[in-house]
């Protein structure tokens, strides 16, 4: 798979302050996984950090680390940081609200009300530090996010995500058609235009370092093809990734279908309107057609699994066994609100219980196993941003994340299990399943972005 | 459905001890639900507490109860306790361990060996009080639980659950084929008369007064005919309750049928060895005949519905509104360790939830509603407690609990969801929604079981 390159947007401006905050032995009990279907574990061992990357996980210290500052975390784990690939910022105000809802119901009562709010930007930034907070305090470090058709407002969550240390990409939604006047926008091409100059303009002065903007076209039916076709253009000329919705009901598809009759299925529509060429993540895909499948692997499109909206939202069960089989890149998604918790802990549980409901019908589709779930929240999710390639400042490429291997961004998880794991001596391996299934924000004691403590 | 009478066993010496402190108004917002379908709710009310039994919930406090003690919980949120109808009080040591096994193995490794060192009290008092622990700074306030064969392991499990405040049904299991031999009884019968026998005398002697005995064979398959009908005439003698498993899998079912060929399903196979004629319990019921229903709702046999397990053990999502349509009375299990959390608000989502996936292969069953989840998870569960009957204590009787009405036994959750609810303004089943979904045992203030509070 080629990796994309950037001309200047997205992260990177050489972030030189704190190299020597950024340079450090991590001891404790460290695991880590670097291909779906194994978990590497090591005792008592050291991490090294140098300038914000791993050097490796080491039984004995090296000698040329020695005089590294040494963080004791003896007796915790030491996990990488999860990444979350599809989450609705704005959707954090209302998690857990009218689940009872059939989609289209929850869409009009819900959802585009609230999205309505965040030209208020005194409103977004109430609702939209809420989310970030919850989200610092929890397990994942990195994130894609949609926001709303608001540039100013989206703009304004990106300064947030900095702020807060975590790695983000942030995309202000695309909407011209099949939505509330409220949520319309009349020129969605200038106003896209318009959220990225103010973007490139930050970055221009050396602020999002570590935040990125993706086009965000909410789903096909909510786009015109003229916008889509507009967006495909932007994506050219910018080089930028893209995320949007794919598959996720029935109803869905066959929507689709009807607006674009000539596509052969609903990947295929965006790809006929000049999308899926960059790096791409298509949240859902709960109903591929097999050739659908055979274009996404082609295209090496990134699928962010939401476990947690294929049950609240009754769409029914992603094929996540055939995806994999088939190579399709994936990753675990929130999906907030249509998930109610941001954890990927959560959705990794979740994944695993779903494939495993799954599999009563399809008995060929081996259930996720716990190795796979754990892959699919680090370096799974986290590979999207490998894709990204250099971009401006050389410290920050190529920003691979999600595992331990050397040279990769340090994003780690301290996680003090004890009271999980009571007065009993368990296996490195039963450990981290325990802290998958049942650690909420309290057992995280440390929490380290591109090698930056952000916990405060 | 008849009250069953019980002779001697069973909650109810009078404990009057505390009735003053079990008299009193709490003013806050309050919600609960006397019927499946409706949660009643009221803002700033009051709730009256009488010798540990409601008398009601006031919009404004009768002048009557105008001496009593006003305990103050403005804004908080004031639920009835819940109940989990089914746990396995010594898989807690092992929950969320080899989740990935398949059952069979999953029992051999894990549930097995664990089970097999209660038979040491002081490893026993170590575990049990670990779980009994977790329970109480939980949501659940009244709970069904199995033990194991080891009669004073049992006996010190109600001790434990006595102390804490907690009501519960405890059951000995019996077991006495098809299990390793460290968990083979050679005289099923002889152990649990002596078993009941110590608790008997335990009530004799004024203890263990919210703590009840209740008839375990572990399943069909691991009960032999003859223990089965000593159980029955065990039963009959003395009128205890019964719980046990009913059709989880599709194996489990055909290997009942090679077990006992004569009886028409799975129920018809404990109805056959004299069972099913007392209030009785039975988890699961994932796979039933039609027939097999109609039996269950003839006899009032109340199904614990245990959705982690359904997805954990991929046994299949339990019919449930087909259940409820036939008026099968039905509450909410955590199954520990097939399920890995003890809180019944996790089973409400994951009923609500896994009754959403059944219902895209089987459009004409209806998902649960919030308000259905909540009803079962609170006076739907502890409506069993209902079929106790009239035990000696005269102020224990009718032990209703679950709800609010008149005559209940006060069982309450003071919750405080300012955190969840953020800045804003939410209608109370809304800010209920939320708790259900979102909240952990740092939400719960104060815990009510008949009128007294059990937290620290």
């Known amino acids: 798979m080629q990796v994309y390159k950037f001309p200047y947007y997205f992260l990177g401006s050489a972030d030189t302050k704190g190299v020597e905050e950024k340079s450090f032995v991590l001891r404790g009990d460290i695991l880590w996984s670097a291909e779906p279907r194994r978990i590497t574990t090591l005792e008592n061992a050291y ?20 005089q590294l500052p040494l963080r004791e975390h003896r007796g915790k784990l030491i996990i990488p940081g999860l990444t979350d690939l599809h989450v609705h910022a704005p959707q954090f105000a209302f998690r857990a609200l009218g689940m009872d809802k059939p989609l289209l119901a929850w869409l009009e009562e819900k959802t585009f009300p609230e999205e ?10 109430e609702a939209y530090t809420r989310f970030v907070e919850e989200v610092k305090r929890g397990p994942n470090t990195r994130l894609c996010v949609l926001a709303t058709i608001h540039g100013p407002g989206s703009l304004l969550l990106m300064e947030l995500l900095e702020e807060s240390g975590l790695v983000s990409l942030v ?72 995320q949007s919705h794919l598959s996720e009901s029935r109803d869905e598809i066959t929507w689709v279908r009807e607006l674009c009759p000539q596509s052969p299925h609903y990947a295929g529509a965006y790809e006929d309107m000049g999308l899926l060429k960059g790096p791409t993540i298509m949240a859902h895909c709960v109903w591929p057609e097999e050739k659908e499948m055979d274009l996404l692997a082609q295209r090496g499109v990134h699928i962010a699994h939401c476990p947690q909206a294929n049950m609240n939202l009754a769409s029914g069960i992603a094929p996540v066994r055939q995806l994999l089989e088939r190579g399709i890149p994936l990753g675990l998604g929130s999906d907030v609100a249509a998930g109610t918790e941001t954890s990927i802990f959560r959705a990794m549980t979740d994944a695993i219980q779903v494939s495993k409901l799954r599999s009563l019908s399809f008995p060929q589709e081996r259930p996720l196993s716990l190795e796979e779930a754990f892959y699919l929240g680090t370096a799974g999710g986290a590979s999207f941003f490998n894709k990204l390639g250099t971009m401006g400042g050389r410290d920050f490429a190529p920003q691979k994340a999600g595992s331990f291997e050397q040279g990769w961004d340090l994003d780690a998880l301290i996680i003090d299990d004890s009271s999980l794991v009571g007065g009993t001596t368990l296996p490195l391996l039963e450990r981290l399943e325990r802290v998958i299934y049942l650690s909420d924000d309290r057992h995280i004691t440390e929490k380290y972005v591109r090698g930056k403590s952000i916990l405060p």
């Not at 253009?233 to 080089?239: A, F, H, K, S, Y």
């Open 171 to 242: 995309g202000k939604l695309s909407m011209d058609r099949n939505c509330p006047p409220y949520l319309m926008e009349e020129n969605s091409e200038g106003a896209l235009r318009e959220w990225l100059d103010a973007y490139t303009q930050r970055r221009a002065q050396g602020g999002l370092a570590n935040t990125g903007a993706i086009l965000s076209p909410r789903f096909f039916p909510s786009c015109s093809e003229g916008s889509l076709k507009a967006l495909a253009e932007i994506q050219r000329e910018e080089g930028l990734p893209l």
């Open 47 to 66: 991490l090294v950090c140098l300038e914000g990357r791993s050097e490796g996980v080491f039984k004995e210290l090296p000698r040329e680390y020695a």
């Open 116 to 125: 309505g709010r965040y030209h208020d930007l005194a409103y977004a930034r």
